[in-house]
């Protein structure tokens, strides 16, 4: 069950959320042109915001936020056209990835590498009406980016490409992750917080002053 959130929560939330979609939405519309170069620029996605969920995670450590993160950024894909099935993939890999970090109360670096590469194959949602729903997808994407872009969207996201593409991203994502995960430990010991400790392992003050990470 998700906690009551509180006014920190709400910053947090707000803050790398706001980092974390800005990075989707520059890279979803970069690659927008083709499906060939989408798949690609949606894997540097996954990759750059690694760090954007690991810096998450040094404010965090209450069930719950992970999901309404997932959740909150699924609600705006669908905001801006793309299908439900995209809250439920976040919903579903979302609450995967919180059950592993809560196993870990929060605080294992391998864990939080593992949880955040599960957390970001949301990013399949709104691939799956090509699968799912063929013709309905056509006519939507169809109208909003004409008949050519539909058949090309189609006729490249076939289930082995999806599949590829949700093994791309997941170990990209762990590679994000991990890297995130060095730069932030290197920033708290250079700041004198922690001496060689991972990132989830800091001063656990730290994490009501996200301006100070920031």
Request: net charge neutral; hydrophobic share 55%.
């Amino acid at each position: 069950m998700v906690e009551k959130l509180r006014t920190k929560d709400l910053l947090n939330l707000g803050i790398f959320g706001t980092i974390y979609m800005v990075v989707v939405t520059i890279l979803g519309v970069a690659g927008a042109a083709t499906p060939g170069l989408l798949f690609g620029t949606m894997v540097v996605a996954a990759f750059v915001n690694g760090t954007v969920f690991m810096m998450y995670l040094t404010r965090v450590d209450r069930f719950g936020m992970v999901v309404v993160l997932a959740l909150l950024m699924a609600l705006i894909m669908m905001a801006i056209g793309r299908s439900w099935t995209t809250v439920f993939t976040a919903l579903v890999f979302g609450l995967l990835a919180e059950f592993i970090l809560a196993l870990t109360k929060y605080r294992n670096t391998v864990a939080t590498i593992f949880a955040y590469a599960v957390f970001t194959l949301w990013f399949i949602g709104p691939l799956l009406p090509i699968i799912w729903f063929a013709d309905d997808y056509f006519q939507s994407a169809a109208q909003e980016n004409g008949a050519n872009y539909a058949h090309e969207m189609m006729n490249f996201f076939t289930v082995p490409v999806i599949v590829a593409f949700g093994a791309t991203i997941f170990v990209v994502g762990a590679l994000g992750a991990w890297l995130g995960s060095v730069l932030i430990k290197r920033h708290y010991a250079k700041a004198g917080t922690v001496a060689g400790a991972a990132p989830q392992e800091t001063d656990v003050d730290a994490r009501d002053n996200p301006e100070e990470t920031l």
